[in-house]
């Protein structure tokens, strides 16, 4: 089983920035994608960005030019540099990865959440 820790979250004024990371925890996995959703008040989850293991990656348009995503393979992590910021970017964010191990051939699990909020 792998288990994804969110943090990084908080308020913010608009223009500002956060960073948020997530950790990936387990025995035997792989991680092959990465990525951030987030889910307003009232609205469905959306995808913010993913990134793969080769280092492809992909935007909401609502994000582009304003956040980055990378990874670390050696720690399992995944960050999201968000710059720029909205109030339109408040929402919950929730870390997504998906795997195979020694018992499954695809897996994916999701963190907690982390709570980001942009002031105006």
């Known amino acids: 089983q792998v288990q994804l820790v969110e943090s990084g979250g908080g308020l913010v004024q608009a223009g500002g920035s956060l960073r948020l990371s997530c950790a990936a925890s387990?025995?035997?996995?792989?991680?092959?994608?990465m990525g951030w959703y987030r889910q307003a008040p009232g609205k469905q989850r959306e995808l913010v960005a993913v990134i793969r293991s080769g280092g492809n990656t992909n935007y909401a348009d609502s994000v582009k030019g304003r956040f980055t995503i990378s990874r670390d393979n050696a720690k399992n992590t995944v960050y999201l540099q968000m710059n720029s910021l909205k109030p339109e970017d408040t929402a919950v964010y929730y870390c997504?990865?998906?795997?195979?191990?020694?018992?499954?051939?695809?897996?994916?699990?999701w963190g907690q959440g982390t709570q980001v909020t942009v002031s105006s």
């Open positions: 387990g025995r035997g996995f792989s991680i092959f994608v």
């Open positions: 997504y990865a998906e795997y195979y191990s020694s018992t499954r051939p695809w897996g994916s699990t």
